[in-house]
């Protein structure tokens, strides 16, 4: 799957990769191979005839630009809740049946379509990881011959000057100790489906031994982030957070570790959450909580 993140953070695993495999999965309407360039600049939106089997549903648009060579590469993409498809204030069910004309904003970006590249625009109801699946298997249906693309198109500027580019000449220089070389542990591992169906995608982070010079105090941290999902049963998926961060300084050592575990009903959220801080390998500190919450159209 062609996992992608809410917020990039670390450019060498946060992008996201040929959409291809995704696109598989996805109803995709493709143009025509372009005859020139196509330079867009704002936010793209797509406006859609829609029918849900489910009171509670989502719609998730990708924009992709399918190059000659046959990959597919994500330009920007949307989500919307169809419970909020009159705004956020008071979300309202579908009524399974009817259909519904609905406004899917992308994010705003800048880009442009290279002649021969094709404009992809990729539907689906779901979004896993980044968005947790609808309480029930949903099944969309698209009035054809009504949805539009609306793309920001930017007018030729072939003749006009260069936007110009402010120098900024007050830059602060940081300074990073630690081995540059222990950034290889960061990297996305996808494993499954297991015998039971499940397929699991794991990040891990480990940023490197940071020292504070004026006072000699080690940091390091790291976190693993661990999602699994059964394929057509929704409530399966499970989101675990781990964090860890440890302080050393001469004799002084302090770790703290956090967990953060997310599952569902059709009806409910549950989520796990501790806290430990240990000493060495004693345990100072350990606090932990459970909580069910209502999933609200969600």
């Given at each position: 799957?062609?996992?992608?993140?809410?917020?990039?953070?670390?450019?060498?695993?946060?992008?996201?990769?040929?959409?291809?495999?995704?696109?598989?999965?996805?109803?995709?309407?493709?143009?025509?191979?372009?005859?020139?360039?196509?330079?867009?600049?704002?936010?793209?939106?797509?406006?859609?005839?829609?029918?849900?089997?489910?009171?509670?549903?989502?719609?998730?648009?990708?924009?992709?630009?399918?190059?000659?060579?046959?990959?597919?590469?994500?330009?920007?993409?949307?989500?919307?809740?169809?419970?909020?498809?009159?705004?956020?204030?008071?979300?309202?069910?579908?009524?399974?049946?009817?259909?519904?004309?609905?406004?899917?904003?992308?994010?705003?970006?800048?880009?442009?379509?290279?002649?021969?590249?094709?404009?992809?625009?990729?539907?689906?109801?779901?979004?896993?990881?980044?968005?947790?699946?609808?309480?029930?298997?949903?099944?969309?249906?698209?009035?054809?011959?009504?949805?539009?693309?609306?793309?920001?198109?930017?007018?030729?500027?072939?003749?006009?000057?260069p936007m110009p580019i402010p120098v900024l000449h007050d830059r602060v220089e940081r300074k990073v100790i630690g081995d540059p070389a222990s950034l290889k542990n960061f990297r996305i591992i996808q494993t499954g489906p297991d015998p039971q169906g499940h397929?699991?995608?794991?990040?891990?982070?480990?940023?490197?031994?940071?020292?504070?010079?004026?006072?000699?105090?080690?940091?390091?941290?790291?976190?693993?982030?661990?999602?699994?999902?059964?394929?057509?049963?929704?409530?399966?998926?499970?989101?675990?957070?781990?964090?860890?961060?440890?302080?050393?300084?001469?004799?002084?050592?302090?770790?703290?570790?956090?967990?953060?575990?997310?599952?569902?009903?059709?009806?409910?959220?549950?989520?796990?959450?501790?806290?430990?801080?240990?000493?060495?390998?004693?345990?100072?500190?350990?606090?932990?909580?459970?909580?069910?919450?209502?999933r609200d159209c969600m």
């Open positions: 799957m062609t996992k992608r993140e809410w917020f990039p953070f670390n450019m060498n695993i946060d992008l996201p990769p040929d959409q291809t495999p995704d696109d598989r999965r996805s109803l995709c309407l493709d143009s025509a191979p372009l005859g020139k360039a196509c330079e867009i600049l704002g936010q793209p939106l797509l406006r859609v005839r829609i029918t849900s089997n489910q009171p509670v549903a989502k719609l998730v648009v990708r924009l992709n630009e399918v190059t000659a060579d046959g990959k597919s590469w994500n330009v920007s993409y949307g989500a919307l809740n169809l419970t909020h498809r009159d705004g956020d204030e008071n979300p309202t069910p579908l009524v399974p049946g009817r259909s519904y004309e609905v406004t899917v904003p992308c994010y705003f970006t800048a880009h442009r379509f290279a002649p021969g590249s094709r404009i992809r625009v990729a539907l689906s109801e779901s979004l896993w990881p980044m968005l947790w699946p609808s309480p029930q298997p949903v099944r969309l249906e698209i009035t054809a011959g009504y949805s539009r693309l609306i793309l920001p198109v930017r007018a030729s500027l072939a003749d006009e000057p397929i699991t995608l794991h990040k891990v982070l480990r940023y490197p031994p940071q020292t504070l010079q004026d006072i000699g105090t080690t940091l390091t941290s790291g976190s693993d982030w661990i999602m699994s999902i059964r394929e057509g049963d929704p409530n399966s998926c499970v989101w675990r957070m781990e964090w860890f961060q440890q302080y050393q300084r001469g004799n002084w050592d302090i770790i703290t570790r956090s967990t953060m575990e997310l599952s569902s009903t059709p009806t409910e959220f549950h989520l796990r959450e501790s806290l430990q801080a240990l000493e060495g390998a004693k345990l100072v500190f350990e606090r932990s909580a459970d909580n069910r919450i209502k």
